[in-house]
């Protein structure tokens, strides 16, 4: 074999695998001769952007829904999920003894509990009647001791005249002593009467205090003491005067279920000077809760006072009421 034989023998050996890989080249669209002006822009023409994606938008084939027209944002963007607090760390002592963690702190226990009432009704026209009853109660309570004032005033006006114009503040503050029955306490009670025969009566007590039922729904308890109360007139014909009296008195409270309860109050006051002479002042109401977020409560009941000796009044007198209490 000549040199010319070798020669197209090795041209073969070397051509034979690069053509094994070449890739062949994707079909594409047919090109216009050489030296002919093309009308419609070619692939190579068409200027890519940022992504992958043409110039000209996606294709038409790409689904049109809430994902396409809202990507998700990058990872970058994305808001991060709060970071929680690690938990405590075990204690170790100095002889390697590792002591739990603490437990957690307690909720605060709530002390102070009260509300406000209010209630208006009235009449303009053939009858001109305005009704009006304002009110608010405060109770704190601990282990060693119970707290509690209330205060009502009630206005009534019938054809321009005034017919009720009253107004009883009362506050006791009562000594527990653990699991006992028993307590001590000491009240005040401060009264208005614009139609009574003393305007005014301030009176502080004393006493013990025996608590019957305590349970999750009923509250019932009993008080005896004695003080004295200093009436005012306001006017000439009668005198100003200390009056000694006892006081005995009790609470009674019950919960039929948790947005319907039953509550009451009732002090009668004897005159230790004057036997026969004594007052009486005495509460209850039906209260149904109407918003346990807000503490909207709707009250309804009756206020008794009574005095044996009222001057120029009537020795009773009965409201009867319907309020809205907001407690907190």
């Known amino acids: 074999m000549g040199r010319r034989a070798w020669a197209l023998v090795l041209v073969l050996a070397v051509a034979r695998p690069a053509a094994a890989q070449v890739v062949p080249a994707a079909p594409t669209t047919p090109t216009t001769p050489v030296g002919t002006p093309s009308s419609a822009p070619t692939a190579s023409m068409i200027l890519p952007v940022a992504g992958g994606k043409d110039y000209f938008g996606p294709p038409l084939s790409q689904k049109f829904d809430e994902k396409t027209v809202f990507p998700d944002p990058p990872a970058a963007l ?145 008080r005896f003491g004695a003080g004295a109360v200093r009436e005012l007139s306001g006017n000439a014909t009668t005198k100003d005067r200390w009056v000694a009296e006892a006081v ?13 309860a039953y509550v009451s109050s009732v002090d009668v006051y004897p005159n230790l000077s004057r036997l026969g002479e004594y007052r009486i002042r005495a509460r209850a109401a039906y209260e149904i809760v109407l918003d346990p977020k807000r503490g909207m409560v709707l009250r309804m009941g009756v206020q008794d006072r009574f005095d044996s000796s009222p001057g120029n009044a009537k020795r009773n007198d009965v409201n009867y009421f319907t309020t809205l209490l907001f407690k907190f």
């Open 78 to 222: 994305k808001p991060k999920p709060p970071e929680l607090l690690p938990p405590p760390k075990p204690i170790i002592l100095s002889d390697g003894f590792e002591l739990p963690p603490p437990p957690p702190l307690p909720p605060p226990v709530k002390r102070w509990f009260g509300g406000f009432e209010f209630g208006l009704n009235g009449s303009s026209g053939n009858a001109d009647i305005l009704n009006v009853r304002l009110g608010s109660n405060v109770d704190r309570k601990t282990e060693s001791n119970r707290f509690h004032t209330d205060l009502l005033y009630t206005l009534s006006r019938q054809e321009g005249k005034t017919q009720q114009d009253q107004a009883i503040l009362n506050a006791r503050d009562e000594i527990l002593f653990g699991p006992s029955p028993w307590s001590v306490f000491s009240a005040l009670q401060v009264e208005y009467d614009a139609f009574r025969a003393y305007n005014f009566r301030a009176g502080t007590y004393d006493g013990l205090s025996y608590r019957w039922v305590k349970t999750d729904k009923t509250f019932f308890s009993t």
């Open 248 to 260: 005995l008195g009790g609470d009674l409270n019950h919960k039929f279920t948790d947005r319907q």
